[in-house]
């Protein structure tokens, strides 16, 4: 007879950005089944009701309201074990014809979010001698599609900055990593067209669509505790590398 | 509004809470005249990062302080004003008082 097992991720505290949807939304749900306690920060409203859910209206590219989510969630939860940077925006189109505002709009959510989200976690994380800071980036960065300027730049520039960070954050016991996703079957991805999608995942050694259970996979690695050893790590989903 | 007592006692946790990790020789003087910054400091950049930190949080979650103390004025001072305790104190007070 088989017992189940204990939930994963019991008495944790998790960040996710940008849960509203997408990838955000199936990873808090994910660890709130694995039973987690989940904050999530996105620009709109929740749109996830469980006991064990937190939602704050951010934008994760304002230095100061980031600062005050983590104080928020200090005097809540004392302590943030997990961070997940997911939120990103995605506008794909030529480079002579990108609307100025859509491109800083990016560099500010996929980048300076990353960064601000990062710190002021790291500056909970350190008092615990404990902390994983996730990134997730994108097969973009390297693959550079036409269309993708702006967007592959600061995914690519995000992956840079957790190299820095993973430095900075180790003598706190933090690691920083990098999960790069190749496609996955969201609303984001039908920001692009289909024939460019297409055409990208039959490149890949492996030639389908990433799944939900590859990303956790990858996440469970990342955040464990036995994976204190690794950092300044980018795994490539789908066999796509740099 | 906070005293000069009491953000003297916040920048003596936060070196408190430094002791509280390091072995008995390596323990760091906790008065005002702590060197915090530059080539005389008792702690290194790690610890200094910890201190400024811990600083920043307590300020804001025991006083709903919200305060950068690493802002472009702070970096831009001839004289520094994480060279001690003392001085870090000071500026704290010069920043409330400029809010």
Sequence with gaps: ?242 | MITREEVDAIIFGALAALNEERVPKDQIDVSTSTPLFGVDAAIDSLGFVSVISDVELALNIDYGLDISLADDRALSRAQSPYATAETLRNYILELIADQ
Excluded: C, W
């Excluded at chain 1, 039973?35 to 620009?43: D, F, H, Y």
């Excluded at chain 1, 730049?153 to 920083?176: D, H, P």
């Design chain 1, 1 to 242: 007879m088989t017992t189940p097992q204990d939930p994963k991720y019991a008495g944790k505290v998790v960040v996710v950005t940008g849960t509203r949807k997408g990838l955000g939304r199936m990873l808090a749900d994910y660890f709130l089944d694995e039973g987690a306690q989940v904050i999530g920060l996105s620009r709109g409203e929740s749109s996830i009701s469980h006991p064990n859910y937190d939602h704050h209206r951010v934008d994760v590219g304002d230095a100061a309201a980031v600062r005050s989510v983590f104080v928020a969630i200090s005097r809540v939860h004392g302590r943030v074990d997990i961070v997940v940077n997911n939120a990103a925006i995605l506008t794909s189109i030529h480079a002579m014809i990108m609307p100025a505002p859509r491109a800083e709009e990016m560099l500010r959510t996929n980048f300076l979010g990353v960064f601000y989200v990062s710190r002021e976690a790291a500056k909970l994380m350190r008092k615990h001698k404990f902390g994983r800071v996730i990134n997730i980036g994108s097969m973009a960065a390297v693959l550079e599609p036409v269309g993708d300027s702006v967007y592959a730049a600061t995914k690519a520039a995000s992956m840079t900055l957790m190299g820095v960070l993973a430095k900075e954050f180790a003598g706190y016991g933090i690691t920083v990593n990098t999960l790069s996703v190749s496609a996955l079957e969201t609303d984001m991805l039908d920001e692009l067209p289909r024939e460019k999608v297409d055409a990208v995942i039959a490149s890949l050694p492996i030639p389908r669509l990433a799944t939900p259970a590859d990303i956790f996979n990858v996440v469970d690695f990342f955040a464990s505790p036995e994976s204190s050893y690794i950092t300044a790590q980018t795994v490539f989903l789908g066999g796509v590398h740099s």
